[in-house]
């Protein structure tokens, strides 16, 4: 069995004990690197830039620079970088906020451990990751948003069989295997999908095509 790519990751939280926690679970992993750790959102920004982890696990409530200015930052300069935002708090105002900033995941701090571990690996395939939680509140607002923009440029039936499989959480290699083609054909439909959508990554795809009913889940 081929041993599993490494995993760079940054761990941002302004409690000391929690990064302790995080670590000491992380270093079980042989796949999964701590860079570094930053306790607020500026030194979250400043490790982003210069260390350019894969992933970065990211409190909400911090001093000074919060976690939602920091994922903006971030995703500003780096937006190959998976942001998991991971948190005790599940409103709606820090939901929707995360997710317009650009994180790839929204998990609450009472995840288990091998979830927290089986996520990071999801994100860094390219897939998104939500709460139970937390998607319902998404689709619960996506709901009551009436309006259905017309796109200027229509997706093509393949589009939105990629589309509806994005939405699901596949990686472009489960899309492949599933519409019989290469990985390199889905990743054309999706920079094509992401054109005419006007989205810069694949959570906001789907969350775009949940809002305005693109795909039925």
């Not at 937006?79 to 929707?96: N, Q, S």
């Amino acid at each position: 069995m081929q041993p599993r790519k490494q995993i760079s990751l940054l761990i941002v939280d302004d409690h000391t004990l929690i990064r302790d926690g995080l670590r000491k679970i992380l270093a079980f992993h042989d796949d999964i690197i701590v860079v570094a750790e930053a306790a607020n959102g500026e030194e979250a920004y400043q490790f982003a830039l210069e260390l350019s982890p894969e992933i970065v696990l990211m409190d909400i409530n911090m001093p000074g620079v919060n976690g939602i200015e920091a994922t903006r930052r971030i995703k500003s300069e780096r937006p190959t970088i998976g942001i998991i935002a991971l948190t005790i708090h599940d409103e709606e105002e820090y939901v929707f906020e995360l997710v317009k900033a650009g994180v790839s995941s929204y998990v609450l701090k009472d995840i288990d451990s091998n979830s927290l571990v089986e996520t990071i690996r999801a994100v860094s395939r390219g897939e998104t990751v939500f709460h139970p939680k937390i998607t319902s509140k998404l689709l619960g607002e996506f709901k009551r948003m009436a309006n259905q923009p017309k796109l200027a440029e229509p997706l093509s039936r393949r589009e939105m069989e990629v589309l509806v499989m994005i939405t699901r959480g596949k990686s472009n290699k489960e899309i492949g295997e599933e519409l019989f083609i290469s990985e390199k054909t889905v990743k054309n439909h999706i920079t094509n999908i992401f054109r005419k959508i006007n989205v810069n990554d694949r959570t906001q795809a789907a969350l775009y095509a949940v809002k305005n009913k693109l795909v039925k889940l």
